[in-house]
């Protein structure tokens, strides 16, 4: 078996959400270094969009920009009639996106709480309806929901967001069994403590950065890439016998 071509993913397409940052442009980066071509997710155009786009582009695949807020009653539905517009079918689904809202739990409030599910579980519900039928009749398709660490290890701030990853990952496991014999994999991939926009502010804090190493087995934050040669294991041919896993990916927090 030639093991490197397990993981081609020449001719295949891959949504993305959140993908114009930290985990999400990783994944999306890693997928097109394999051969995909790349619908990248974002709520504005930017210049950080743009730069992102050209980075997948570099890999020569194909890419095209999906701006929506997750949020809106109609995401699912417009960004999957804009990801078959530009390739046709889709292969791949990424969800990453999520929102965070810190504050202590009798602070929150009903807003909060609807956004977070929203974002978090009700638009991967949908996204995965959508999607999901067709790769069922082609007889291929990977789905990878994007979880965290709190799903073991909550932060006693972010109660409804640790609430709604655990949600997700009940979701993907259910729909694993029922969409396994038609050849779709369903996995989630936790990560931990990882270096991106979101917590670098807080790491900033040269004690509190000790106090969450202290909490890590092999002793430093982890990288966007460490999750995205995750997810190219499980978005690939190589992950074919892997599906309904919730694989943390956060040097060993989660123990």
């Not at 999607?131 to 409804?160: C, F, N, Y």
């Not at 040669?229 to 123990?255: E, F, P, R």
């Amino acid at each position: 078996m030639k093991l490197a071509k397990q993981f081609d993913l020449s001719g295949r397409s891959a949504l993305v959400t959140g993908s114009t940052r930290g985990i999400g442009r990783a994944i999306a980066l890693a997928l097109a270094e394999a051969g995909a071509n790349i619908a990248l997710h974002g709520t504005s155009d930017s210049e950080r969009v743009q730069k992102v786009r050209d980075e997948v582009l570099a890999h020569g695949v194909q890419c095209t920009v999906v701006l929506k807020n997750l949020a809106d009653d109609d995401a699912a539905d417009y960004l999957h009639a804009q990801v078959n517009e530009a390739f046709g079918q889709l292969d791949i689904l990424v969800t990453n996106a999520s929102v965070q809202l810190p504050k202590p739990w009798l602070e929150g409030n009903r807003q909060d709480f609807e956004l977070q599910v929203n974002v978090n579980l009700r638009c991967t519900y949908e996204l995965i309806q959508r999607v999901a039928p067709d790769m069922v009749e082609r007889g291929w398709g990977r789905i990878l929901t994007v979880g965290s660490v709190q799903e073991s290890k909550p932060h006693p701030d972010m109660l409804i967001y640790a609430a709604t990853k655990c949600a997700q990952t009940s979701l993907a496991q259910n729909l694993a069994k029922q969409l396994g014999p038609s050849g779709v994999t369903v996995n989630n991939l936790a990560p931990g403590v990882i270096g991106t926009d979101r917590n670098i502010p807080r790491l900033a804090d040269e004690n509190y950065k000790q106090f969450v190493l202290g909490k890590i087995p092999v002793g430093r934050i982890g990288t966007p890439e460490d999750c995205a040669a995750t997810a190219l294991l499980l978005c690939s041919n190589a992950g074919a016998y892997i599906t309904g896993q919730n694989i943390y990916v956060d040097g060993g927090m989660s123990l």
